[in-house]
């Protein structure tokens, strides 16, 4: 691993000089306009923070600007359900890369209801019926095991992209009333929705991100903390289902260039694993057509490309 990740000052210095490169590409891409509250969001900003295991956190640009997490969010809920059922989880939701729009429901009916992954949005639907069948108050749950996690009791849902999304979610609504119909989904449709789409709105910043997810890269063990946050078994697990489809159908590409467990949001974040050393967050909100924001990728490609990150 290269000095530069040890040394804060030189890294602030790398961060910087990527947000500022992002900052001058050519305008490229879309914000998600399907949720028309995250059409509303300045394109122009971009952030970047990296959380190390040792603790520190090393920012530039927007990186205390909090945005939509959107499906960043399901690692959160998948990491809740895993430690509630343990592998019974794997019966209904399966750990395979879906090769389709985050959002596809063609895979779904060939495959009687048992989505891909809990990376694609069915996947995540069957998460989330998990955790509104398993807790008497999931909202409640999640959102504090969020401030846990990032060590801030300010991290709060936004209502209305909440509202936003609950209003355009047709397509959702059609994921999981397509499972029920195959007996995968066991609460109300409705009711599962409504936790899922609360889960996507929440509101946090790249660094925030990064704290709360650098038990990833420490083998289940939050660095600030100590605590547990799952099984090491479990941390290695959602890394290789991060690497294979974190990045929907742009996965093969991203495991291609930049060699990291990932995930991306249609907020315009994309998060990245760096075992034994911590979590990149880069966020920017103009979307390629896979629904990855162009210059998070960016700017992730370049920081792991100049430092060798690659996993392979
Ligand atoms: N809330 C979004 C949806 O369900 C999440 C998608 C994403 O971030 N890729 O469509």
Redesign the pocket.
Known sequence: MEGILKQPQNLAKLLQSLVDEASKLPVEGDV?N??PALAAVNPDQQGLAVATIDGQVVSAGDATVPFSI???S?IFGLVMAMNRVGDQLWKRVHMEPSGQP??SIVQLEWEHGIPRNPFI?AG?IVVSDILATHYSACKTALVSFVRQLAGCETIYPDHEVYLS?KLH?N??AALAYLMKSFNNIEAEVQDVLDY??HQ??LSMTCEQLAVSLSFLANRGVHPHSGQSICTRRDAHRINAILSTSGM?DQSGEFAFTVGLPAK????GSIIAVVPNYGVIVAWSPRLNSF?NSCRAMHMITHLAERLGLSVY
């Open positions: 998600a399907y949720i959107q499906s960043v399901k985050f959002n949005n995540a999304e979610g397509r959702n899922y789409f996507c709105s929907y991306s949001g249609v907020g629904g």
